[in-house]
């Protein structure tokens, strides 16, 4: 019996003791965050479904204490949020129900997080400091429902309609001369002017109109539209009335053109008339007046005052016919000829034109709209602007870790930039992705961070797909790492990709450069990186818990290094970040790599300088921003520049 008694103590022992190892090589936690649908397409005022996936993995004895949100990126609210006990044997699905109750078509953006930690209970052992966390970011596009597109080709036809109406007011009012020789019409010159201004001012509100169409405001629009109508119409009708009083002046002035050629043809007989001694003085004279009149009115002037001397000469006309008249009925003498010759009348007519001008106008479709913290834009479609950035972690020490671990590195990374307005994509797996979800990451106006593990195999088997953890080599890692990066582009829709890669992570994108190529990659950030390899201590104790394979690859005598360090420099630029301070076998470094194996010719070297106490090597908390935020904030510096 106290055989038995002493067997299970000591199993209770080991039990304690392998639970607490757990917990000390950073095992006793590890969680996951999936969504069957990360695209939805739905109709305004429809509903879509997320199906959200929380699970963790930690001891039997173990609870975790996880917080699950999704939270709506385009204004910051929760749409959902809820805190829930997960263990292994109980993983959480919530499907979270989204109605739309825009009046756009466009894209709104959603992150789905899961933060937990450990509850500690007896058997429970956990050296969670603080949350872990994962990250997915989900979409819902939205389209215009039935009656919304109808609304919006009403409000089309009847924009486009006073478009094409003010153009052509308008550059009638533009087409107006009033610039003639031998009519003054600086009366409406002026006119005009005042007219042409607040056609001008007045067109700033048809812009307007044309902007809340373009911008998919359509109750806006709506609105404005009656009252811009409204007021179109007043400043046409004060047009109407000035064309009209123009036309009329030029029509005055054509009938009287048209007085005087009638007259200058009833009066070239006075040439050949034979006058009295007495009658022949009234004729020279009335020709005398009608050349006068002729020369007068070619000089510019006022319609008013052509009336006048037309109206006079008419009436020296009439004296003259009746002095004629009566000289035919008394028998005098007529024998004499005028000695003055009746001028040409070259007045010409006002031709008018003006109003031969019809422009017709089209609005564009209306690109989608994104709104990203409360700032509403077109969708974004330059691939290339806003470059994603791609974090690599480096070298596992412990193999017996879930792969789940090595996403973790950049946590810190991630969520402060995420805070500085970046959106925190989070991890990225291997696979093949739908159609739905081609460049739905983007479209706002804000790069995207995401974090990739090249220690994922990415297979298929039949008709579906499986995630496997496979240590192997780098080259095989780079060969991970390349589709990685192909489905960042993809989802993205960019050209190209800012990689930020820790210690052996930076071997892997060099040897990625060397196999592939630099023209996928804006730019390379590497972060205590062993450029010449690793030795001493680091090298010796490496395969113990690593993979032996990594491992031997990064010994600085390496064939692989040895290659890595012979090729040419590559175009892309290189940012290095190198780690100082600790001080071991003769030399200096962040206690894992030494500066002479760190520095990288060719490289843009920055040096910072830290401590190593203990375990804690200043080489892994290099990554925490809490610690080293002047690291992070250079970080952030060459992402942006």
């Excluded at 979409?139 to 597109?149: A, G």
């Excluded at 009925?329 to 019809?358: C, H, T, Y």
């Excluded at 990685?484 to 040897?511: P, Q, W």
Aim: glycine share 4%; charged share 20%; hydrophobic share 40%.
């Amino acid at each position: 019996m106290i055989a038995f008694l002493l067997f299970v103590v000591s199993i209770l022992v080991f039990l304690n003791f392998y639970l607490y190892v757990k917990a000390l090589l950073g095992s006793d936690l590890l969680i996951s965050l999936d969504s069957k649908n990360k695209t939805l397409i739905i109709e305004n005022e429809g509903e879509g479904i997320f199906n959200l996936q929380a699970k963790v993995l930690t001891s039997p004895f173990c609870q975790a204490s996880c917080l699950l949100s999704l939270k709506d990126l385009s204004n910051g609210n929760l749409v959902y949020n809820e805190t829930v006990h997960l263990s292994v044997s109980s993983p959480l699905i919530k499907e979270i129900s989204i109605s739309t109750n825009e009046e756009t078509s466009g894209q709104t953006l959603y992150e789905a997080s899961l933060w937990c930690e450990t509850l500690k209970e007896s058997l429970c052992y956990t050296k969670t400091d603080y949350p872990k966390s994962r990250t997915q970011i989900l979409s819902i596009t939205h389209r215009l429902n039935s009656v919304q597109k109808a609304r919006k080709e009403k409000l089309k036809n009847q924009t486009e309609s006073l478009n094409m109406e003010f153009s052509n007011v308008k550059n009638n009012i533009n087409k107006m001369d009033f610039n003639f020789s031998s009519l003054d019409l600086s009366r409406f010159e002026n006119v005009s002017i005042s007219l042409n201004e607040s056609f001008n001012n007045f067109s700033s509100r048809v812009d307007k109109l044309n902007l809340l169409y373009e911008n998919q405001k359509y109750s806006a629009l709506e609105a404005e539209f009656s009252v811009v109508k409204n007021n179109f119409e007043i400043l046409n009708s004060e047009f109407k009335f000035f064309n009209s009083s123009v036309f009329s002046e030029i029509n005055l002035y054509n009938l009287l053109i048209e007085n005087i050629s009638l007259m200058h043809k009833e009066i070239l007989f006075l040439e050949d008339y034979n006058f009295s001694s007495l009658s022949v003085i009234a004729a020279e004279s009335f020709v005398n007046d009608f050349n006068s009149m002729i020369s007068n009115l070619t000089k510019k002037d006022i319609l008013a005052n052509k009336i006048i001397l037309l109206n006079v000469v008419e009436k020296e006309k009439e004296k003259l016919l009746a002095i004629m008249n009566e000289e035919n009925f008394s028998g005098i003498l007529r024998n004499n000829k005028i000695n003055v010759l009746i001028s040409e009348a070259p007045l010409l007519k006002i031709k008018m034109d003006w109003n031969q001008s019809f422009q017709n106008f089209s609005l564009a479709e209306p690109q989608p709209i994104c709104c990203f913290e409360n700032e509403c834009f077109t969708c974004i479609n330059n691939s290339f602007l806003n470059y994603p950035v791609l974090f690599i972690h480096g070298h596992s020490f412990n193999k017996a870790l879930s792969l789940e671990t090595s996403f973790e590195s950049f946590n810190g990374f991630s969520q402060r930039l995420e805070k500085d307005g970046y959106i925190n994509a989070g991890e990225l797996y291997s696979q093949d992705y739908s159609e739905i979800s081609k460049e739905y990451l983007g479209k706002v106006n804000s790069s995207v961070v995401m974090k990739g593990t090249y220690y994922l195999d990415f297979s298929s088997k039949g008709n579906s797909f499986v995630l496997s953890s496979d240590w192997s080599n780098i080259n095989t890692y780079v060969t991970r790492l390349r589709e990685i990066i192909s489905n960042v582009k993809y989802l993205t829709g960019k050209e190209k990709v800012i990689l930020v890669s820790h210690s052996m992570g930076g071997l892997v994108v060099r040897r990625y450069i060397q196999r592939y190529g630099d023209e996928d990659l804006d730019k390379v950030i590497l972060i205590t990186v062993p450029n010449k390899g690793v030795d001493g201590f680091v090298i010796d104790y490496c395969s113990v818990f690593g993979a032996n394979t990594e491992c031997a690859e990064m010994d600085k005598n390496s064939l692989f290094i040895k290659n890595l360090n012979e090729a040419p420099f590559p175009k892309v630029p290189i940012y290095n970040i190198i780690g100082l301070g600790c001080n071991w076998e003769n030399s200096v470094g962040d206690g894992i790599v030494k500066n002479e194996s760190a520095y990288l010719e060719g490289a843009n070297n920055i040096y910072f300088i830290g401590a190593c106490n203990g375990l804690d090597f200043f080489h892994g908390n290099v990554l925490d921003p809490n610690r080293h935020p002047k690291i992070y904030e250079k970080v952030k510096e060459l992402i942006e520049n």
